[in-house]
């Protein structure tokens, strides 16, 4: 951990003497990223807060969808649920629009967590429903058995 923190770091110095959006937008991510899985919850909403305004000011949908899934998964694990659903839904949209179906499901599970975590279980099973057919369209399109592809929630 320490050391992906380190080169996270590393990446964010050289994205600001490059001043490149993208990749100040990426390593803000990364950063929140780690920062949210040693526990640094506050440090982690600066992070992705920074990573979605840089990927705002270069119009990168991909990255606005990565940096909103992510706030949302943060704000939930603050308890938060309910004020998370609004941003994981921008982020559903965004990949939607992008054609990313294997990050659509994955959103689609979270927004099946962050529902069930408000208590409506109705909406919660209605996502859940549609991240289990994506998932299964994607590794049915894969060939073999791929259980590993729903254990993506943050990128």
């Known amino acids: 951990m320490d050391r992906?923190?380190?080169l996270a770091n590393q990446a964010l110095k050289q994205a600001h003497v490059a001043n490149d959006s993208g990749a100040l937008a990426q390593a803000h991510n990364m950063l929140g990223i780690l920062?949210?899985?040693a526990g640094a919850l506050e440090e982690a909403g600066t992070f992705f807060e920074?990573?979605?305004e840089s990927a705002r000011r270069l119009n990168d949908p991909v990255m606005r969808y990565a940096?909103?899934?992510?706030?949302?998964r943060l704000l939930q694990e603050r308890g938060q649920a309910?004020?998370?659903i609004p941003l994981a839904r921008q982020s559903l949209e965004l990949c939607a629009q992008m054609g990313d179906r294997h990050r659509q499901a994955a959103i689609h599970n979270n927004l099946a967590d962050l529902y069930h975590a408000a208590g409506m279980e109705e909406e919660a099973m209605a996502e859940l429903k549609q991240a289990v057919a994506l998932f299964a369209e994607i590794g049915e399109n894969a060939g073999a058995a791929q259980p590993e592809i729903w254990k993506l929630t943050e990128w």
Request: glycine letters at 0%.
């Open 67 to 72: 940096a909103l899934n992510n706030l949302a």
């Open 82 to 84: 309910v004020k998370a």
């Open 35 to 37: 920062a949210q899985a």
């Open 4 to 6: 992906a923190r380190h």
């Open 50 to 52: 920074a990573s979605l």
